[in-house]
């Protein structure tokens, strides 16, 4: 079996080019022939990972490995122009000997795909050359089969391998706002307003009513932004912040295993993968009840500061519990071995990589 993942790799740090890293470390664990062809910005070189120098070159790149028989497994949101021409560029080229599929990541998809007839016909045509469709919640999935794709094609799994959070050692200012707040709450920060920032930092102007010592610490870009400092400073709490910046991943899942409390105050959000390592960490998890939340998450009213920071609070009282985190590496790896072909003969070359 050889596979090739096209999608983000890190860096940044995403939930789609995690995804991506997880399940290429996977797959090569399980001692799967496995690349991952970066479409992302790139970054320092890694083995097995492709960069995109051109849509030319990606093209020319991505023909050789299907022609080749290779399994292509796309990763991308499904919630904007780009994602669905690069879902259709890959569905259509030839290479009929490779089975396709795609995993369609965001929680704005159902939107997305529900503001114009247009957009449902070419998701539909998009998807046709696609053996198999992975939705990561049942929203994404019976938003694409309102646009006329079988049901049979669809399939809903979380974009998760439980088996790769690993939490790695972090550095001294993580450790140094670990020792100065208790409690610790800790946030994945965009500057989206997806990502509820305003709302994490009512909840926090709330609890420190009771608990002066609370910090909330953010990891991701944009925390050193004018926006950021603005809004800290007129809701009050920017004494009480720990802004981090990005890191590495192992180092925010080492930040996330540190603290009391993980906050996923979302407007929006498909499965989002951070919410699953919290709890495969052990970290409770507060997070909008805007879609399906793995078991174990602690749900707050989606836009009401009041019922997050009461959430805050239940769930550093009730402390750290364990929840089994589902892995969708082996059921992947079972769908592509149904469907990869017999690996080529000396005629038909790998590409070159």
Not at 20 to 38: M, P, Y
Not at 196 to 203: I, N
């Amino acid at each position: 079996m050889r596979v090739l993942l096209v999608g983000d790799h890190p860096p940044p740090f995403g939930g789609v080019a995690i995804h991506v890293q997880q399940l290429h470390r996977f797959l090569r664990s399980r001692g799967v022939e496995a690349k991952v062809l970066d479409i992302g910005k790139g970054g320092r070189p890694v083995p097995d990972v492709l960069p995109m120098r051109s849509p030319a070159h990606f093209g020319l790149r991505l023909t050789g490995f299907l022609v080749s028989g290779w399994t292509v497994h796309v990763h991308t949101s499904g919630n904007n122009p780009k994602a669905w021409l690069l879902a259709a560029a890959v569905g259509s080229l030839p290479g009929a000997r490779a089975p396709r599929f795609i995993t369609l990541h965001s929680g704005l998809l159902p939107d997305y795909l529900a503001a114009a007839p247009s957009r449902r016909a070419f998701a539909r045509v998009a998807l046709a050359g696609y053996s198999r469709i992975i939705a990561v919640s049942a929203a994404v999935r019976d938003a694409l089969v309102s646009c006329g794709i079988s049901e049979e094609r669809v399939l809903v799994h979380p974009a998760f391998c439980a088996s790769q959070v690993q939490a790695g050692p972090v550095p001294v200012r993580v450790e140094a706002a670990r020792a100065r707040r208790r409690p610790l709450v800790v946030m994945a920060h965009h500057p989206s307003p997806v990502y509820g920032r305003k709302l994490a930092f009512r909840a926090v102007r709330q609890l420190l009513e009771s608990r002066p010592g609370v910090g909330l610490a953010l990891f991701g870009p944009g925390t050193d932004s004018e926006d950021f400092i603005r809004d800290a400073r007129e809701l009050g709490v920017a004494g009480s912040l720990e802004p981090l910046g990005e890191l590495e991943h192992p180092a925010a899942l080492g930040l996330i295993a540190r603290s009391d409390v993980f906050l996923r105050p979302t407007t929006h959000d498909g499965d989002s993968i951070s919410v699953r390592e919290a709890l495969a960490l052990g970290v409770p998890c507060v997070a909008s009840d805007v879609c399906e939340r793995p078991e174990g998450t602690r749900l707050f009213h989606a836009g009401d500061a009041a019922s997050l920071a009461a959430g805050i609070r239940d769930a550093v009282e009730a402390g750290p519990a364990r929840v089994a985190s589902p892995d969708v590496g082996p059921v992947l790896m079972d769908l592509y071995a149904a469907l990869s072909p017999r690996r080529p003969s000396p005629a038909q070359p790998v590409p070159a990589t």
